[in-house]
């Protein structure tokens, strides 16, 4: 037996209202490029609508002109959908609460989740909705999972609840010193005052 591999997501599909509330809710609020639409190859009732979220991935959307928004929380039971984030820069992240009380869009306030901070709201058919950024960046050569796999290794081995900025520190200092050689017989952190 063997592993089908994923290399990551080629792209997530949602059931959305009719197509312009898709399309400025996606592009005009969210900044994602519109790229194409099709027929829903499955339904001809249905649009298809792609997006682009940041990363040449898609995000695609079901439409039909016959469906209106619905603000309504989307079901959160075993197996359904609870929420989807999507990664903004530090600069970006420190607006987006400005920019969603100018719109009078109800959310969740900034919340700090350790290794990111992250805010919460829903969109027009009540799919929560997550922007995040995160409180570090990989060194070069590494991925943002490969420095949390070390963080979370740091933590349980401090006894720790929760990832924190420390273990982000140590793990990306332990990286660098793995990856990158120097001429130096003592890398440990020294005081030159």
């Not at 709201?121 to 420095?147: N, Q, R, W």
């Amino acid at each position: 037996m063997r592993k089908i591999q994923a290399q990551g997501v080629h792209h997530i599909t949602l059931t959305g209202a009719d197509r312009q509330t898709s399309i400025d809710f996606w592009e005009g609020l969210l900044g994602m490029p519109y790229i194409f639409d099709q027929p829903n190859l499955d339904d001809p009732n249905e649009g298809h609508l792609y997006f682009d979220p940041g990363d040449g991935r898609l995000i695609t959307v079901f439409t039909n002109e016959t469906r209106k928004p619905d603000p309504q929380r989307t079901p959160t039971e075993p197996g359904c959908v609870h929420h989807i984030a999507f990664n903004l820069s530090r600069a970006s992240w420190l607006q987006a609460i400005e920019r969603l009380d100018e719109r009078d869009i109800e959310h969740s306030g900034a919340r700090d989740r350790g290794f990111m901070d992250s805010v919460y709201f829903k969109d027009p058919m009540g799919l929560l909705i997550e922007l995040a950024t995160y409180k570090f960046e990989p060194p070069f050569g590494c991925s943002h999972a490969d420095v949390l796999i070390r963080a979370h290794r740091l933590r349980v081995a401090r006894g720790d609840y929760n990832i924190a900025e420390g273990h982000l520190a140590d793990a990306v200092e332990e990286l660098v010193q793995e990856r990158q050689g120097s001429l130096s017989s003592d890398r440990s952190a020294q005081d030159p005052y």
